[in-house]
């Protein structure tokens, strides 16, 4: 299957060199993973993606946040990051540390719940 670009890559690619953090959302197979999966290609950095659809890694992330993100070490991709906002104080941790721009990429599909986490522990670090 060939992949379709879409036309919020060049602001995605913008916002990656500002913030720590992106976080797309939006309905269950539209495409953020995917697009996500293109545009980690084409940076020329490695990217680890990890999935919290599988029950295994949700059940990390949820209770052992910590040991969660030393085994998924940025640059990562979290996939549907709304199963375990347990995660958000601690990507708040490693960004108040490094500062680095583009180290978590995160995509979710429950918007209102996830909305609310991430305004807790990742205000000024996030792009929506």
Same mark, same amino acid.
């Given at each position: 299957?060939?992949?379709?670009?879409?036309?919020?890559?060049?602001?995605?690619?913008?916002?990656?060199?500002?913030?720590?953090?992106?976080?797309?959302?939006?309905?269950?197979?539209?495409g953020k993973?995917?697009?996500?999966?293109?545009?980690?290609?084409?940076?020329?950095?490695?990217?680890?993606?990890?999935?919290?659809?599988?029950?295994?890694?949700?059940?990390?992330?949820?209770?052992?946040?910590?040991?969660? %993100?030393?085994?998924? !070490?940025?640059?990562? &991709?979290? *996939?549907? =990051?709304?199963?375990?906002?347990?995660?958000?104080?601690?990507?708040?941790?490693?960004?108040?540390?490094?500062?680095?721009?583009?180290?978590?990429? %995160?995509?979710?599909? !429950?918007?209102?719940? &996830?909305? *609310?986490? =991430?305004?807790?522990?990742?205000?000024?670090?996030?792009?929506l």
């Amino acid at each position: 299957m060939k992949y379709i670009k879409r036309s919020m890559e060049g602001v995605f690619l913008s916002l990656n060199t500002q913030y720590p953090v992106i976080l797309i959302t939006g309905p269950s197979q539209v495409g953020k993973t995917t697009m996500l999966q293109e545009l980690s290609k084409q940076e020329g950095r490695s990217r680890n993606y990890v999935t919290l659809d599988d029950l295994n890694n949700r059940t990390l992330a949820k209770t052992d946040p910590a040991m969660f %993100l030393q085994l998924h !070490q940025p640059p990562v &991709l979290i *996939d549907d =990051v709304q199963y375990a906002p347990e995660l958000f104080p601690y990507i708040k941790i490693h960004v108040d540390k490094t500062h680095k721009p583009g180290d978590f990429w %995160l995509t979710g599909s !429950q918007l209102f719940k &996830l909305l *609310d986490g =991430v305004n807790e522990s990742l205000a000024g670090r996030v792009a929506l």
